[in-house]
């Protein structure tokens, strides 16, 4: 009877001695796994990571070179900008200068109208009209003056204008005007109307024979643009380098 008690008893220990041991296989093997696979998660991880660090870097090297890009573009911009403004400021000044522009300033409108004075015999008649000369005279002084663009009955005086008498009229850009003549001059009134009215001058002369002058100092008057054709058929410009 003792013997058998002692045998289940061997048993019984060495039972538990195999179930302990079994406990710990087991828990062994389920240590070894899970860290097996927290491993391949944390190198899947580590993967994902350098990708997306990679795609970053790439994005901000293409920002930095677009940003770049649009600085220059901006630039040239700025420079295309400014000369095309530069382009337009020279090309206004040159068209004003052609009289091609209508404008507004300070001046001078004289007015000539033909003598009203009674002919002697044997006078010429001539001599108490208003002619081409007569007009050219006083354009030409104003502008000696520094008059800045002149008008004569609403005909803008260019370079080209023409001022010639064909019978009782005078002929302006092509147009057939008759007295009173307006003529409208943009610049200082004071340095106009003295250079008119200096001693021996134009507007003496024209009224020895009793010409109508009468000259106006205004601070604005409206000044038109020349309006007809101009066109060069026989002058050519000029290529840098060629002279």
């Not at 710990?24 to 070894?32: D, E, G, L, P, Y």
């Not at 300033?105 to 001539?126: A, C, F, H, K």
């Amino acid at each position: 009877m003792k013997d058998t008690t002692k045998a289940h008893f061997a048993i019984s220990v060495v039972c538990f001695i195999l179930g302990m041991l079994l406990v710990a296989q087991f828990r062994s093997v389920q240590i070894s796994g899970g860290a097996t696979i927290s491993l391949q998660r944390a190198q899947e991880l580590s993967t994902q990571l350098k990708t997306v660090t990679e795609e970053r870097d790439m994005y901000k090297k293409e920002l930095l070179e677009l940003r770049n890009r649009l600085a220059e573009y901006e630039n040239a911009a700025s420079k295309t900008s400014s000369l095309t403004e530069a382009m337009k400021k020279e090309l206004e000044k040159v068209r004003m200068l052609a009289g091609l522009t209508a404008g507004t300033g300070q001046g001078v409108i004289i007015t000539l109208d033909d003598s009203n004075l009674p002919r002697q015999p044997g006078e010429d008649p001539n001599l108490f009209l208003i002619h081409d000369e007569d007009l050219l005279k006083v354009i030409n002084e104003l502008f000696a003056a520094g008059a800045e663009a002149i008008s004569v009955n609403g005909q803008r005086i260019i370079t080209n204008s023409e001022i010639r008498c064909v019978g009782p009229t005078i002929i302006i850009n092509s147009v057939k005007l008759a007295p009173p003549f307006i003529i409208q001059a943009i610049g200082d009134p004071d340095i106009l109307e003295t250079s008119l009215k200096m001693r021996g001058g134009v507007i003496e002369s024209l009224q020895v024979f009793g010409i109508q002058v009468n000259i106006k100092k205004q601070d604005k008057i409206d000044m038109p643009a020349y309006t007809g054709p101009i066109q060069f058929k026989y002058f050519k410009p000029v290529k840098a380098g060629e002279m």
